[in-house]
């Protein structure tokens, strides 16, 4: 079990499971790998293995003829993926693995920022305005570079302004007009 036929297996056991759907199976088996084996060629492919078991657990057959909005739907399986994404470019910065890993981790950055959005427009709706700060304010401090900013720094002015802080609200509005002029 400890020669190297029996490290292959194990490893690409994890993908069957992955492949069949089977998340659970494939997380513990590439889990396992990682831990009987630190020192192993291909541990690299494990990690990577668990951020795309992470990255494709919500997805569904029926998202290829209906599209959804990812950023709609519980984001705790990103949140793994980007985790596991990031511990692989962490550990294996020359791993094969690694410029697939930092494209997903962009888009799963980018759907992060969009989430918690949502959450804050739907605290904007409800008028609870000190929620809604705190999820634009996630965003802004978090999620700097996303394409999510601009609309987390209205969400901001227009929350303060709504509460009566006009120096936070012109702090909002300046960066806004500084960073993105045409927003």
């Not at 490893?11 to 759907?21: Q, R, S």
Request: net charge neutral; aromatic share 12%; no cysteine.
């Amino acid at each position: 079990p400890f020669g190297v036929y029996g490290q292959q297996a194990l490893l690409d056991l994890a993908y069957v499971y992955y492949k069949t759907g089977d998340h659970e199976s494939a997380l513990s088996t590439a889990d396992r790998f990682i831990r009987l084996y630190p020192q192993n060629n291909h541990v690299d492919y494990a990690y990577y293995l668990q951020g795309l078991v992470n990255y494709n657990r919500n997805s569904r057959v029926t998202d290829r003829i209906i599209p959804t909005d990812m950023s709609e739907r519980d984001v705790a399986s990103a949140r793994s993926a980007f985790q596991n994404f990031s511990e692989l470019l962490n550990r294996f910065p020359d791993s094969i693995y690694a410029s697939d890993s930092s494209m997903r981790m962009v888009y799963l950055r980018n759907l992060l920022a969009e989430y918690e959005m949502h959450v804050a427009k739907y605290y904007l709706r409800r008028k609870a305005y000190v929620a809604a700060v705190n999820r634009a304010r996630n965003v802004v401090e978090n999620y700097g570079k996303t394409p999510s900013v601009p609309e987390a720094l209205v969400i901001l002015a227009s929350s303060y302004r709504i509460m009566g802080m006009k120096d936070l609200t012109d702090d909002a509005i300046r960066v806004l007009e500084l960073n993105y002029p045409g927003h």
